[in-house]
């Protein structure tokens, strides 16, 4: 039976990792391999890890320095020895019976990669299931890079995903870059021309955490946003120029997220990198494609510039 290479980084997360863990051990599907990522945790991460290892010999704790998720990942990736691979977050759980329906899905299609689907748990225990399709899809060859480029909801995260080792094993995360690394990921793996299958099969559950770093002064870390957006780009420019409208409206994505995530960011810098940001989507507005609610407020409050009025009302009702 095949194995199954699991990743997960963790950094300070000596509450949940535990959990994390034993919710891939404890599968169907015994045959796993599971990489734990300590990334120089501070709190008791690495004692938690050294003791269920001890317990399971299916456990590999990696121990490193403080490098970020990309690098963590990056550190598994290079000692996994599975014929396939997967992702998950050391706050997050797999569920029951995910990495075996996974697997016959792969087996019975023979994708290279089989997308699941996941429940988002809130602090107050309400759950909430998304599902990217209704009934199961095949995208094959360019279909999966177009629907990247679309910014189908399926390609946002590396977790949920069961990846086949031969086909995409070789890709590695770009080291300093942690935010909006999931996404560039598997842009990159589209552009391998993999078989994807989208299905409904329940893979994760994702705990949603109290967001706190609009709260953040600003750093650069903000600018991986549009970094991947650019780089998406040029990766088109160079290679397939016929999707080059789509990679557009993907760069003004990547300006929207960036001004979201600067609501609540004071200081001359944000100032300057919203004002670029809104000019942006302003003189390429023809390309965006809408999507949800939130975003298309964002593109109007920019286009229009009205971003400051947009910041203060905001703040009037993250107040409330």
Known sequence: M???????????????IVRACRSVLEQSHKNVELLVVNDGSRDGTGAALDALAAQDSRLKCIHKENGGVSAARNSALE????????????????EP????????????????????SFSSIKPDGTVLTHRYVEEQTIWTELETLENSLKDHPATHTVWGKLYRSTTLGHLRFEPGRN?????????EAALCRPKMVVTDIPAIRHYLRVRRSAQEPYSDKFLCLTYFADKKYERI????PRYLPLAENIRIKGRIAMLNSMRLVKGPEARQQERMAAAFVRSHARYYIPES????????????????????????????
């Not at 095949?2 to 949940?16: D, H, L, Q, R």
């Not at 000692?79 to 797999?94: K, P, V």
């Not at 420019?237 to 397939?240: L, P, Q």
């Open 179 to 187: 935010i909006h690394e999931d996404g560039y990921y598997v842009f």
């Open 293 to 320: 609610r939130g975003d298309r407020i964002t593109f109007w409050a920019a286009r229009l510039g009205l971003m400051g009025l947009y910041r203060w009302l905001y703040c009037l009702y993250a107040r409330i």
């Open 2 to 16: 095949e194995t199954i290479s699991v990743i997960i980084p963790a950094y300070n997360a000596e509450a949940t």
């Open 237 to 240: 420019e160079k290679e397939y």
């Open 97 to 116: 019976g995910a990495l075996e329906s996974l697997l016959e899905k792969a087996r019975e299609t023979g994708a290279d990669v089989v997308c699941g």
């Open 79 to 94: 000692r996994m020895t599975g014929e396939y691979f997967t992702f998950l977050d050391s706050d997050d759980e797999m």
